[in-house]
């Protein structure tokens, strides 16, 4: 009881703080092996030849379960070796994103303030979005004993990857947690070929 309340008291903090918990992602213990199966039903969303950046790589599980014939490259809040890129997306994405088709966020989203922000930052060649959420309407879990840092519920969710031309192309649930495959919509063009 004593660690769920500490947990609690630190999300807290955290929120009232609008900081990253990186006391917590900087220990090993904390990438559980179990995520692993909510990590391969993305991976099989994933389009074969596709160029893959994975937001909050963890243990790396996403590289050895994509399709044949991606380009993989993690990234994470801790740098956990050399081929990691540093990222803590409660701040801006400190690299260039053009040259990635497909995004991948596993288990990473619940610890984000403003999901929006991370879309915005997604260039126009980022055609495909995998990634899982406890909706708060969905996923009854404990949000603060769970260290999460956000509340969406899947409305709130739809809304956000409406606003930035996203398509829910396939929708899936692992213990009570939102999977999402998302695809960028094609841009209408007008009687003239230019776009809309």
């Given amino acids: 009881m004593r660690k769920i309340a500490k947990q609690v008291n630190s999300t807290r903090q955290l929120r009232k703080e609008k900081q990253s918990d990186h006391v917590r992602w900087n220990k090993p213990d904390q990438l559980f092996e179990d ?12 389009r074969s030849g596709s ?15 994509l399709p044949q014939g991606c380009r993989y490259t993690p990234s994470d809040i801790v740098k956990r070796n050399p081929d990691f890129l540093k990222c803590d997306l409660n701040e801006e994405i400190p690299f260039d994103l053009s040259a990635y088709d497909t995004a991948v966020l596993s288990g990473v989203l619940e610890y984000v303030y403003d999901i929006d922000n991370v879309f915005k930052q997604f260039p126009e060649n980022m055609k495909n979005i995998l990634l899982s959420y406890s909706c708060k309407d969905i996923s009854h879990a404990n949000r603060l004993e769970n260290g999460w ?16 031309d996203y398509q829910i192309v396939e929708y899936k649930e692992w213990r009570n947690q939102s999977l999402f495959s998302l695809r960028k919509a ?7 070929g230019a776009t809309e």
């Fill in 35 to 46: 995520w692993n199966e909510r990590t391969g039903i993305l991976a099989s969303m994933v």
């Fill in 51 to 65: 160029v893959v950046i994975e937001f909050g790589a963890g243990n790396m599980a996403l590289k050895s379960l």
């Fill in 149 to 164: 840092l956000s509340d969406y519920s899947k409305k709130e969710m739809d809304a956000v990857f409406e606003k930035y």
């Fill in 186 to 192: 094609l841009k209408k063009r007008c009687c003239d």
